[in-house]
Each structure stands twice: as C-alpha cells, then as structure tokens.
Antibody, heavy 119, light 107 residues
Framework: EVQLVESGGGLVQPGGSLRLSCAASGLIFTDAWMSWVRQPPGKGLEWVGLIKSKTSGATIDYAAPVKGRFIISRDDSKNTVYLQMNSLKTDDTAVYYC??????????WGQGTLVTVTS | DIQMTQSPSSLSASVGDRVTITCRASQPISTYLNWYQQKPGKAPNLLMHTASSLKSGVPSRFSGSGSGTDFTLTIINLQREDFATYYCQQSYSAPFTFGQGTRLEIK
C-alpha cells in the first residue's frame, strides 16, 4: 500500500518561505512521478506542480501562479519530495497535498498539510 | 493552459438515484481525463482514469465516458457514501488543471 506523509506546514508571514516534505513508502520511489496539489479553505483543487522520475528526465512543471516562487525537488535516497515555497502570498494559504502519479493520474494522496500565510 | 469546466456545480439527489456530472475541456485532450472524489476534511481519492478506467476497488456503479472535449461521470443507484464533491482533471498537458468541482448532496 502506498503511503504519503506530508509535513512542514504552518503559519508564515507574507513574503516568507516554507519547505514542505512528503515522505513516501510502499512504492518504487525512483520510478515515481510526484505531484503537489493545493486546496484553499472552502475551495476547489489546484494543481501546483509535478516532478518526474530521473529515468523520465526529472522534468519539473509548475502552475503559473507559483512559477518562479516555488521549487519542487526530490531525494530518491530518502523517498522524499519537497516543495520549497518562497515569496509567499496570502493567496497561497491552502492545504497542500502530495500525490503519487501512477502514470498520468494522481493515484494516491497524502493527508495534506495546512499552510497559512498571514500577517 | 487547458481549462476544465464541470457542470453542474452542485446537485441534489436521493439514495438510489442515477446522476451524471459533465466535464468539458477547452481543447481536445483525447482520453486524458481523471475523476476524483473528495469527502469533507479528507484528501481526494482517485475514482477513474483515462476517462473510463475504474480504479481497482471502486464500485462498479461508477462509470465514465467521453473523449476529446466532453466527458461524463455517471453514478447509478446512489449510496449514502457517494455524497461528496467530485473533480475532473486533465492529464494531457501541463499544467494538469482541475475542474471547479461538483458537490453532490442528499436531497
């Protein structure tokens, strides 16, 4: 069974930074494409970005609202994917989920971690 | 970017009903369309991928169809545990956008 556990959420001021982690188990992580999806309070799902496996070129794609501010990376030795969030805005307030992309769909999701950007 | 539009935004139905949710893409996406179910306070769960392939373990009362730009998710014989919010998502090209969601409520 695939398990994904996010951590690192919390309260941060506008303009600040935060790094989220997602530890994975139950899958061959080196082959995994890993995604981040967020959900503002009371709103719908928003795709944030994706990092492909090294064998797929480790390509990274981002949604326009976070491009240039957020960085996705992975450490295959730790079965962990990261989301470095810089220059945070109040609009970035959301629950952040990591998800395993089995192929192109989001097959398994973590429980989410809440990021609140407020002064 | 590909825009995904779901309709309706909300829907009331009764146990035992049949409901259909529609998702439209702003450009053709072949069958790169996925459906997720989310219950309050929980992470989303994959229901279906590539338009009509049911994830293992998902009840057969769920079905999906469509290709190109128009897709549907149909649930027959609604059960109490099916009342939730449903999202479509295209995985044809990045950014892999979601629809705005359809909230299915008990009538």
């Amino acid at each position: 069974e695939v398990q994904l556990v996010e951590s690192g959420g919390g309260l941060v001021q506008p303009g600040g930074s935060l790094r989220l982690s997602c530890a994975a188990s139950g899958l061959i992580f080196t082959d995994a494409w890993m995604s981040w999806v967020r959900q503002p309070p009371g709103k719908g799902l928003e795709w944030v970005g994706l990092i492909k496996s090294k064998t797929s070129g480790a390509t990274i794609d981002y949604a326009a609202p976070v491009k240039g501010r957020f960085i996705i990376s992975r450490d295959d030795s730790k079965n962990t994917v990261y989301l470095q969030m810089n220059s945070l805005k109040t609009d970035d307030t959301a629950v952040y989920y990591c998800a395993w992309s089995g192929v192109t769909w989001l097959d398994s999701w973590g429980q989410g971690t809440l990021v609140t950007v407020t002064s | 970017d590909i825009q995904m539009t779901q309709s309706p935004s909300s829907l009331s139905a009764s146990v035992g009903d049949r409901v259909t949710i529609t998702c439209r893409a702003s450009q053709p996406i072949s069958t790169y369309l996925n459906w997720y179910q989310q219950k309050p306070g929980k992470a989303p769960n994959l229901l279906m991928h590539t338009a009509s392939s049911l994830k293992s373990g998902v009840p057969s009362r769920f079905s999906g169809s469509g290709s190109g730009t128009d897709f549907t998710l149909t649930i027959i014989n609604l059960q109490r545990e099916d009342f939730a919010t449903y999202y479509c998502q295209q995985s044809y090209s990045a950014p892999f956008t979601f629809g705005q969601g359809t909230r299915l409520e008990i009538k």
